[in-house]
Each structure stands twice: as structure tokens, then as C-alpha cells.
């Protein structure tokens, strides 16, 4: 993660596990999730196992058994705001997320 500039704050959308909902699934060597850190509260784990723009991609941790995601707020999309995007969530978090769901 970046350091902290002095006098500027942080623009990092986070959401707890509860309130998240999986919009669509992305797959690891999309480069637009590559070296994202997850958007739920208390996870650093990265988004995508591709950080080598060479390479073609890298499975995920062998515990996970889906792959990362883009995550909704529920709140967000219960209550019709135009944009209930909040960012991504490692595949781990979203295996979390899927198991809630049922």
C-alpha cells in the first residue's frame, strides 16, 4: 500500500462482509485487479494472483474456491443510489460472502 501523504486522507472504499454482494466474478489475470488489495473490512489479501504483466496468470491460494469479485453494498442497492459499487474482494472473502449468501 501506498504511505499516507501528510494532510490528505484516505479515499479507500471499505465494506464489512455482511452488508457485500458479488456483482460478477473476475478472473486472475485481469489487469484491472492486478496488485488490488480487497475492499471488506480487516483483509489485505490481494485481488488477483497475476503482479507480472508477462506473465499469463497464477492460480489463487489453493484454500479459495472461487475467484475474486466485484462487490456491491446491499444497502446501497436496497435503497436504488445509482452507483452501489465499492471495489473488489480477494477470492477468500468472496468464498466468505458466497457461504453467507447460501
Not at 10 to 34: C, G, Q, Y
Not at 73 to 86: A, C, G, N, Q, T
Amino acid at each position: 500500500m501506498m504511505p499516507k501523504l501528510p494532510g490528505r486522507k484516505s479515499t479507500r472504499k471499505t465494506i464489512a462482509s455482511e452488508h457485500a454482494a458479488v456483482a460478477s466474478f473476475l478472473m486472475p489475470w485481469e489487469d484491472r485487479v492486478a496488485e488490488r488489495t480487497c475492499c471488506i473490512e480487516g483483509c489485505l489479501h490481494l485481488c488477483s494472483g497475476r503482479t507480472d504483466p508477462t506473465e499469463k496468470w497464477k492460480p489463487y491460494e489453493p484454500c479459495a474456491r472461487s475467484n475474486a469479485a466485484v462487490i456491491y453494498d446491499e444497502r446501497l442497492i436496497e435503497s436504488h443510489k445509482p452507483d452501489p459499487f465499492v471495489g473488489f474482494a480477494c477470492p477468500h472473502c468472496v468464498d466468505e460472502i458466497l457461504d453467507r449468501a447460501g
